[in-house]
């Protein structure tokens, strides 16, 4: 499964695990609630202007007020006002926390890539950058494949943690139905669950800098035979950067002020 946008596409993205699942489907009562007042009220004008208009009634109604009928237009709005936020709460705390999560990984968002971290697999951790239009390989896709894609087991419930560490940047990955603030000096928790193997297409949706538009993210979804082998041959290419946390000191010291921000995050890579 790949999920991606589609050109020309209008509808959300196909559903590639349960929360997309959910948000599909709040989507589509939101879509008949909308539908069915606006034929109504499109109605209701319609007749006002059918039979009200001032050939057709040429004396005006001195009428003021109508108690029943204000207490229905007051009380009807706050129902339907109900019928909504009861699933929208049920699904924003559905997205809010991971139970009984099989693994963690870190995000951190950085100007202009992102930084995963398995802190369950050995603690190793890596960057994953675009690939430049003159690097693309048949089959990729421009401004959204990377060199690195964050893989993840199939049918397992990861816990994600996201963490900012120079300014706010936000982890989306629409087909997931993932969505979180990557904020500096706070950590957010979240979580998603791939139903299907394939490739999940997202980007930073929080403008964060000159690059934002160039720092997207790709998911990877293995069964967990192959999702083990990565994570050998990942401990092995990424050793180098066991246990080394990211290094938040260091940017804030950048962040900070003095001059030469772009040389020090370039000194560290
Ligand atoms: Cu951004």
């Known amino acids: 499964m790949v999920g991606a946008p589609q050109p020309w596409g209008?509808?959300?993205?196909?559903?590639?695990?349960?929360?997309?699942?959910?948000?599909?489907?709040?989507?589509?009562?939101?879509?008949w609630i909308i539908i069915i007042t606006t034929v109504f009220v499109a109605a209701l004008l319609a007749v006002c202007l059918w039979k009200y208009n001032h050939k057709t009634n040429p004396v005006a109604s001195q009428n003021s007020h109508n108690t029943a009928l204000e207490i229905a237009w007051t009380v009807v709005p706050v129902l339907i006002l109900l019928v909504i936020a009861i699933p929208s709460f049920r699904l924003i705390y559905y997205q809010d926390r991971a139970r009984d999560a099989d693994l963690t990984i870190n995000v951190t968002g950085r100007q202009w890539y992102w930084n995963y971290a398995y802190p369950d697999n050995g603690n190793f951790n890596f960057d994953s950058r675009m690939v430049a239009d003159a690097d693309l390989q048949p089959g990729q896709l421009r401004n959204l494949d990377v060199d690195e894609p964050l893989v993840v087991p199939v049918n397992r419930t990861i816990r994600i943690i996201t963490h900012g560490q120079d300014v706010i940047h936000s982890f989306f990955v629409p087909s997931l139905g993932v969505q979180r603030y990557s904020i500096p000096g706070r950590t957010i928790e979240t979580w998603m669950r791939a139903d299907h193997t394939g490739t999940f297409y997202g980007q930073c949706n929080q403008i964060c800098g000159t690059n934002h538009a160039f720092m997207p993210i790709v998911v990877r979804a293995l069964?967990?035979?192959?999702?083990?082998?990565?994570?050998?041959?990942?401990?092995?290419?990424?050793?180098?950067?066991?246990g080394a946390a990211p290094a938040p000191v260091a940017i804030a010291e950048a962040a900070r002020g003095n001059a030469g921000t772009e040389v020090q995050l370039a000194a560290r890579q």
């Open 10 to 31: 209008i509808g959300l993205q196909a559903a590639g695990g349960p929360i997309k699942e959910r948000i599909h489907d709040f989507n589509d009562l939101l879509l």
């Open 223 to 242: 069964p967990q035979a192959e999702f083990d082998a990565w994570v050998a041959s990942a401990r092995t290419r990424f050793a180098d950067s066991t």
